[in-house]
C-alpha cells in the first residue's frame, strides 16, 4: 500500500514514521509513505503557495496551481478515471466527513491513498471540486493543519493491514472493532463469545502486575480464572464506560437481553449516585 501525503511541512512526518507499528510496517514493505512538498511546485522565488481570499476577510489560502501541479507530477489519473475502490485523494479539513474506524478499514484496502494537509484558511475549493474524491476531518475541533490529522489518519489505516499487528484480532475486537465483527463475536445463544468482543462498545479495562499496586487491587473476577466469569466481568465494565463515556454507542451496539439487564442496573446506579451527590 502507498500513501502519498501533498503538504507544506514535510518534514514533519519523519518522526512520526519513525517508531513502531509504522515503522516497521516501512521496513517490510507493507507500506510506503512518501511526502511532496507543495513548495517544490512554485515557479517563484519566494516558492509561494498561498493567498488572499476573494472576497476579502481573514488569513490566507493555498492556491490550486501547486496542488494541481503536485497531482500531474504524482500521474495521479483524473477524478473521473479513478478507480476509487483501489485508490482515493482525501482532502482533510475541519469541514470534512468524520473519519472513523470504519473508514479506516475501508482505507486499508485500498492499493493507493493521497492525502492533503490544508494549512491557513483553507484550500482553493477547486482542488476540492477537480482532484478529490472526499473531504475528511477528524474531530470537531480546528488543527492549525492537516499534517496532524494525517498523521492519525495513516496510523489507524496501518496497523489494519493484515500482519501489521502481531496478533491480528488485537484489531478485530478492539474499541470500534470493524462492524462485521459483532455479529461474529456472538454465540447462537446469544453471549458474547470472544471475551473481548466489543461489539461497538467501547473495550473494557486492563491490568497487568502486580496483583496489588500502592494498595489497590486488581479487580477479584480477574483473578478467580474462571474464563466465564471474566467474560461477564469484561462485558460489564465495556457497558459500563460506554454508557459513562459515549453512550451515543449503545444506540447502535449489539446487545443482549443480559446486556440490557446491565445496562438498566448501571443506569439506576448512577442516577442513585446523582441524587446522592444532591
Ligand atoms: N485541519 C484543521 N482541522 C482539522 C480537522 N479537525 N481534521 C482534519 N484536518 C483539519
Known amino acids: 500500500m502507498r500513501f502519498d501525503i501533498l503538504t507544506i511541512f514535510p518534514g514533519f512526518f519523519d518522526s512520526v514514521l519513525d517508531y513502531g507499528i509504522l515503522k516497521r510496517a516501512q521496513v517490510t514493505g507493507q507500506v510506503q509513505v512518501a511526502r511532496h512538498d507543495l513548495r517544490d511546485f512554485t515557479h517563484d522565488r519566494h516558492r509561494t503557495v498561498d493567498d488572499r481570499p476573494f472576497g476579502g476577510g481573514e488569513g490566507m489560502v493555498l492556491k490550486a496551481e501547486p496542488i494541481?501541479?503536485?497531482?500531474?507530477?504524482?500521474?495521479?489519473?483524473?477524478?473521473?478515471?479513478?478507480?476509487?475502490?483501489?485508490?482515493?485523494?482525501?482532502m482533510l479539513s475541519a469541514q470534512g466527513r468524520p473519519f472513523s474506524q470504519?473508514?479506516?478499514?475501508?482505507?486499508?484496502?485500498?492499493?493507493?491513498v493521497v492525502i492533503l494537509c490544508g494549512r491557513y484558511e483553507g484550500i482553493d475549493e477547486r482542488v476540492n471540486e477537480m482532484l478529490c474524491d472526499r473531504e475528511v476531518s477528524i474531530g470537531d475541533y480546528v488543527l492549525s493543519g492537516g499534517e496532524l490529522a494525517a498523521a492519525i489518519l495513516v496510523d489507524a489505516v496501518v496497523r489494519l493491514l493484515p500482519g501489521a499487528l502481531g496478533n491480528p484480532d488485537s484489531a478485530r475486537f478492539?474499541?470500534?472493532?470493524a462492524e462485521d465483527v459483532a455479529e461474529e463475536s456472538m454465540t447462537t445463544d446469544g453471549v458474547p463469545r470472544a471475551t473481548h468482543g466489543s461489539g461497538g462498545l467501547l473495550e473494557y479495562p486492563h491490568y497487568t502486575r502486580p496483583a496489588e499496586f500502592r494498595g489497590v487491587p486488581i479487580p477479584e473476577a480477574l483473578m478467580s480464572g474462571n474464563h466465564e466469569v471474566i467474560k461477564r466481568w469484561r462485558r460489564r465494565m465495556s457497558l459500563e464506560k460506554t454508557l459513562r463515556n459515549r453512550p451515543d454507542l449503545l444506540e447502535k451496539a449489539t446487545l443482549t437481553d443480559d446486556d440490557e439487564r446491565t445496562l438498566r442496573k448501571l443506569r439506576a446506579g448512577i442516577r442513585g449516585a446523582m441524587e446522592q451527590e444532591m
Not at 494541481?68 to 482525501?90: H, N, P
Not at 470504519?102 to 493507493?112: Q, W
Not at 478492539?174 to 472493532?177: A, L, P, W
Open 68 to 90: 494541481f501541479d503536485a497531482f500531474e507530477s504524482l500521474g495521479l489519473s483524473a477524478k473521473e478515471q479513478r478507480d476509487t475502490s483501489r485508490e482515493t485523494v482525501i
Open 102 to 112: 470504519s473508514m479506516a478499514h475501508e482505507l486499508a484496502g485500498m492499493d493507493r
Open 174 to 177: 478492539e474499541s470500534f472493532g
